[in-house]
């Protein structure tokens, strides 16, 4: 194997993929403008062992206008096993990737560093100025891996 | 009788206090292959509750996919299979038997409904009990 000279890792480093979210189809055209609503994908993805995140967004179909977008949120959190119940959220997010209007089907992704322990990820969608149709069917998953961008 | 309980959803938020007068749909599975169930039961525990208008149900529906057309839902005009409206104070366990005929495989929605000014948002977690005999 050989070693990477910027990071020290090699090529057998893991590399894992988390799907988040299966092809589903949303509707949230009946959004009042300007108004958003939130679904958590997964309440808590473990990435304890890698430093890198990236997220793959597949945009199957849309029927959306200019201004709407989907926005996949990751946020840090760590939950407590003496304490389930209860929700330990960094309510600053660690990464977002938005899917607007455009061509279909496309890949949308964006990527994080050095993430907590665990990540929630939540889906929000967000209407324009105007309540006009807003659909789309996604499927998402993340990449986790250590070392550089290589 | 044999019986297998599959988590649908741990237990999460839905926060549907910014629709007004409107409903939306938020698909939490999209089709659960229940091909050699009898019998099959929605369970829905909520956690925690905020209703002060509006409503929060959870439904099953029947839908068959196939891989001729995989990214296609084939979902039934007919009547919701089950429903189970949030309305009562948490916590509390919901129940609710799937109307039969139920198909080969079920979908799962959280159906919000809004009204003025009022907060619509509850902590839940859903179930399906399925058993065969």
Same mark, same amino acid.
């Given at each position: 194997?050989?070693?990477c000279?910027?990071?020290?890792?090699?090529?057998g480093?893991?590399?894992?993929?988390?799907?988040?979210?299966?092809?589903m %189809?949303?509707? *949230? %055209?009946?959004?009042?403008?300007?108004?958003?609503?939130?679904?958590?994908?997964?309440?808590?993805?473990?990435?304890?062992? *890698?430093?890198?995140?990236?997220?793959?967004?597949?945009?199957?179909?849309?029927?959306?206008?200019?201004?709407?977008?989907?926005? *996949?949120?990751?946020?840090?959190?760590?939950?407590?096993?003496?304490?389930?119940?209860?929700?330990f959220?960094?309510?600053?997010?660690?990464?977002?990737?938005?899917?607007? %209007?455009?061509?279909?089907?496309?890949?949308?992704?964006?990527?994080?560093?050095?993430?907590?322990?665990?990540?929630?990820?939540?889906?929000?969608?967000?209407?324009?100025?105007?309540?006009?149709?807003?659909?789309?069917?996604? %499927?998402?998953?993340?990449?986790?891996?250590?070392?550089?961008?290589? | 009788?044999?019986?297998?309980?599959?988590?649908?959803?741990?237990?999460?938020?839905?926060?549907?206090?910014?629709?007004?007068?409107?409903?939306?749909?938020?698909?939490?599975?999209?089709?659960?292959?229940?091909t050699?169930?009898?019998?099959?039961?929605?369970?829905?525990?909520?956690?925690?509750?905020?209703?002060?208008?509006?409503?929060?149900?959870?439904?099953?529906?029947?839908?068959?996919l196939?891989?001729?057309?995989?990214?296609?839902?084939?979902?039934?005009?007919?009547?919701?299979?089950?429903?189970?409206?949030?309305?009562?104070?948490?916590?509390?366990?919901?129940?609710?038997?799937?109307?039969?005929?139920?198909?080969?495989?079920?979908?799962?929605?959280?159906?919000?409904?809004?009204?003025?000014?009022?907060?619509?948002?509850?902590?839940?977690?859903?179930?399906?009990?399925?058993?065969?005999?």
């Amino acid at each position: 194997m050989d070693a990477c000279n910027a990071c020290s890792t090699s090529d057998g480093d893991p590399l894992v993929v988390v799907p988040v979210l299966d092809l589903m %189809s949303f509707d *949230f %055209s009946n959004l009042p403008a300007g108004a958003s609503c939130s679904v958590t994908l997964r309440p808590a993805v473990r990435v304890a062992d *890698f430093y890198r995140v990236r997220l793959l967004v597949r945009v199957h179909a849309t029927t959306m206008a200019s201004g709407q977008t989907f926005r *996949f949120g990751l946020y840090n959190t760590y939950p407590s096993p003496v304490d389930p119940a209860k929700e330990f959220v960094d309510s600053t997010g660690f990464m977002t990737v938005d899917v607007t %209007s455009g061509a279909v089907p496309r890949l949308v992704t964006g990527t994080g560093t050095d993430p907590d322990t665990f990540l929630k990820v939540v889906l929000t969608a967000i209407q324009g100025t105007a309540t006009t149709t807003m659909k789309a069917t996604l %499927s998402a998953s993340l990449l986790l891996r250590n070392g550089c961008s290589r | 009788m044999p019986g297998q309980i599959h988590s649908i959803i741990t237990k999460r938020d839905f926060d549907f206090s910014n629709l007004t007068a409107s409903t939306i749909e938020i698909p939490i599975v999209r089709a659960m292959d229940i091909t050699d169930a009898s019998e099959v039961t929605l369970q829905v525990r909520v956690h925690s509750r905020t209703i002060t208008g509006g409503s929060i149900q959870v439904i099953a529906r029947a839908i068959s996919l196939t891989e001729e057309e995989p990214n296609t839902d084939f979902l039934s005009a007919g009547a919701d299979l089950a429903s189970i409206t949030l309305n009562s104070a948490a916590p509390i366990l919901h129940l609710a038997a799937l109307a039969t005929p139920f198909g080969s495989m079920v979908r799962i929605v959280v159906r919000g409904t809004g009204a003025a000014a009022s907060t619509i948002k509850a902590n839940i977690s859903v179930d399906l009990i399925v058993r065969t005999w």
